[in-house]
């Protein structure tokens, strides 16, 4: 399988976020995993790997194909990210898949999700949820444990 060139998670929840990452990891999906704890930390970084605001050589920045982003979170929640998101480069965002990945299942944010064109999961994060983006967005590659 080619490995996405990254990935990010979105919680606030430390706990959260390892678990994704063990999960990510042992899948052998990607080399490359960021995580932060609020929508304004993960808009900057996008904004500055969007802008190519960072030192090339710099191996915490890559340009995600693959986001997971919680709803609810301190200083900046997941649909104001997703605002800030709406506004930067198409062509950046067209290489993201954007999966809002929470514990709601109220009809006003799965409504939301829609709006900004992102996938919309329930927790927890599976090997299930993780093959079923990848063989519906990256078909030309395989689908892993």
């Known amino acids: ?19 994704n990452q063990r999960l990510l990891e042992r899948m052998q999906v990607t080399d490359h995993i960021r995580t932060f704890v609020n929508g304004k930390q993960a808009f900057d970084y996008l ?18 194909e693959l986001i997971f982003l919680d709803i609810n979170m301190p200083v900046m929640d997941g649909f104001e990210m997703l605002e800030l998101y709406e506004r930067l480069d198409e062509e950046f965002r067209d290489k993201i898949v954007m999966t809002v990945l929470t514990t709601s299942t109220h009809p006003h944010d799965t409504a939301n999700s829609t709006k900004y064109a992102a996938e919309y999961l329930t927790k927890p994060l599976t090997a299930d949820k993780v093959n079923m983006l990848l063989s519906k967005y990256f078909k030309n590659r395989l689908t892993i444990r």
Do not use: C, Q, R
Request: no cysteine; proline share 3%; aromatic share 14%.
């Open 47 to 64: 904004y500055n790997v969007s802008n190519h605001n960072y030192e090339a050589t710099n191996a915490d920045y890559f340009e995600p």
């Open 1 to 19: 399988m080619k490995k996405l060139s990254g990935i990010l998670l979105i919680d606030d929840d430390d706990t959260t976020n390892y678990l």
